[in-house]
């Protein structure tokens, strides 16, 4: 009953106008000053609100009010006669956090009256005031840049996203809350009512990794009911904000700094399976994840689902070779959520990707001849023996195998599965000399597993020049006529007619079916060596001679053969 009295006696007093620079006596009223901060924030003039802690005691020493007592400090108005006018006037020009003793003479106080049973009459105060807070009805948000970066493509606007850091203070400097001790941002929507007034109208216009000094009056703050234990009412809020990310929930994808090859004969589409490099960030330029790092490329398949929607939008359309910058917004990232301590909730990614090379699944050999000689008669098929030079690499132009590291010609007998799928295919219907680019896609290469010194997954460019090539015979033969064979074989087998055949006399003869185009021997190994086993296959009881009896074709051998497993059948 004693406080509401006094505090009533408070709001009826006398006005008193003086001057706006302070003196040691301010027309009777005498200021002491005990403490002036070294950056004066602001002062106090008349139509300013002033809020401010006192101890209020008689001349004597007696106290008769306080402030800290009440555990709340005073919230007056200057120069409108709602305070003593001796404390109007001991208030004028008082900076934020500056202590002062303010001496009121009576007649400038309490008179003659006095005030109840606590103030005597003709009795001089004497007020150790602490001032906290000054702000006027006039005030506007106050913002001030402290960095701003270089490069700022985008800044905020109302309806964006933010996430920002930020150290929140009163106007005396008494921190209130810090985001950076909680280790998270504050992620909130501007000017939907999301955050106080003030911060809407000072974080509009910034930058992604601005810094900026934000003052807002408590009207515009939290005003009269304060906030908590730890915004009185009525307070002043400073704010150091650092601008970590942005983004609008109507936000597509965003693809910049794209460097295309000079030749891109291709774009990826759905479905095709890419593999790529990147650099995974937030805006704010830290890095959360590189391939490099792990000297291995990403490798997925694109618009099935396999990667985050905006990424899956960002591989499409591209090349080979391709270089670009790929921007998130989280509704097409992480969302929300985020992932563990890598990503943080609704962060905006930013990916800095390096296309290696891609390929369909149904994709065929690409085969582009660069060089055909004129009068080309014949050419390689299955069963030939070819021999070529080639370069390996891979499509960025990476270096993997080439046959002039070796001594010798690379050689392979097409359809025997002496090399990888692609390049036999590759190497068919070629012409002795003719160079071909042969782009192998990996399922008819070395797969998903890759090779040694072949990563997963890898579309190959084989540059090859074939040099020579003998054509060859079925698999199962080691000899095939080229004309008709003799009516009686083993007759012309027998030269000396002792109706047996040895190995030098049945040898002689193949060999000169040979010299006379008549036929030919397997590819790829010594004539004597093929006809040493073509005579162990005819030499059927191991004597040393084939008769009449032992002596088969392989397509009567064939043929029997089909014919005793119908039977068994």
């Known amino acids: 009953m004693f406080l509401f009295c006094f505090v009533s006696v408070l709001l009826v007093a006398t006005w008193c106008s003086v001057g706006c620079n302070p003196s040691p006596v301010l027309g009777d009223v005498v200021v002491d000053r005990s403490f002036t901060p070294p950056v004066c924030v602001r002062a106090a003039r008349t139509g300013d609100f002033v809020r401010y802690h006192y101890n209020a005691t008689l001349v004597g020493g007696e106290t008769f009010d306080s402030s800290h007592q009440r555990g709340a400090a005073k919230v007056g108005l200057l120069g409108e006669g709602r305070l003593l006018a001796g404390m ?35 009795a001089t105060l004497v007020f150790d005031v602490h001032l906290l807070d000054v702000w006027n009805k006039a005030d506007l948000v106050v913002t001030r840049t402290v960095s701003t970066p270089t490069d700022c493509r985008r800044s905020v606007v109302r309806t964006d996203f933010v996430r920002y850091h930020f150290n929140g203070s009163l106007l005396n400097g008494s921190v209130f809350d810090s985001s950076y001790a909680r280790k998270q941002t504050h992620d909130s929507l501007v000017g939907e009512g999301w955050l106080v007034k003030g911060m809407d109208e000072g974080l509009l216009g910034m930058c992604v990794g601005e810094i900026r000094h934000i003052v807002i009056p ?29 983004h609008n929930p109507k936000d597509n994808i965003t693809v910049q700094d794209q460097v295309v090859p000079g030749s891109c004969p291709r774009r990826t589409v759905v479905g095709d ?94 085969v582009r001849v660069t060089h055909r000689p004129e009068g080309c008669n014949e050419t390689t098929e299955v069963n030939d023996l070819v021999r070529y030079h080639y370069n390996c690499t891979l499509v960025d132009g990476t270096p993997l195998f080439s046959s002039h590291d070796y001594e010798s010609l690379q050689d392979a007998v097409l359809g025997a599965d002496k090399v990888i799928d692609g390049l036999d295919e590759g190497l068919r219907g070629m012409c002795r000399g003719e160079r071909r680019v042969v782009t192998v896609p990996p399922h008819l290469g070395h797969g998903e597993r890759g090779a040694t010194g072949v990563p997963s997954s890898a579309v190959l460019v084989f ?80 004597d040393g001679v084939i008769t009449a009896d032992e002596l088969k074709l392989k397509v009567d051998e064939d043929r029997e053969r089909e014919h005793t497993r119908h039977e068994e059948l």
């Not at 109007?88 to 003793?101: A, F, K, Y």
């Not at 009207?219 to 990310?245: C, H, M, N, R, W």
């Not at 960002?314 to 985020?338: D, K, M, N, T």
């Open 463 to 542: 540059d090859i020049e074939l040099v020579s090539f003998e054509k060859g015979v079925p698999p199962g033969y080691l000899f095939i006529w080229l004309q008709e064979s003799p009516p009686d074989l083993f007759e012309a087998l027998d030269s000396n007619q002792n109706q047996e055949v040895p190995q030098e006399e049945f040898g002689d003869f193949i060999k000169l079916q040979v010299a006379e185009g008549k036929g030919r021997v397997k590819p790829g190994r010594t004539v004597d060596d093929i006809i040493a086993d073509m005579f162990t296959n005819q030499d059927r009881n191991k």
């Open 88 to 122: 109007d006037t001991g208030l004028q020009g008082m900076c934020v956090n500056e202590r002062r003793r303010v001496t009121i003479p009576p007649h400038l106080a309490y008179g003659s009256t006095g005030a109840g049973d606590v103030v005597p009459p003709d």
């Open 218 to 246: 408590p009207f515009k703050a939290y005003g009269e009911k304060g906030s908590g234990t730890e915004i009185p009412p009525q307070a002043t809020l400073v704010f150091d904000v650092l601008l970590v990310d942005l």
């Open 273 to 366: 399976y890419i593999r790529y490099h990147y650099n995974g960030s937030f805006l704010n330029g830290v890095t959360f994840d590189t391939s490099y790092q792990r000297n291995s490329t990403y490798n997925t398949y694109i618009g099935m689902g396999y990667v985050i929607p905006g990424m899956d939008q960002g591989l499409l359309g591209v090349c080979s070779g391709e270089r670009r910058r790929v921007i998130i917004p989280p509704h097409l990232a992480y969302g929300e959520q985020g992932v563990g301590d890598v990503i943080p909730p609704s962060a905006v990614l930013v990916f800095d990707i390096h296309v290696i090379d891609f390929h369909n699944p149904s994709d065929a050999v690409d």
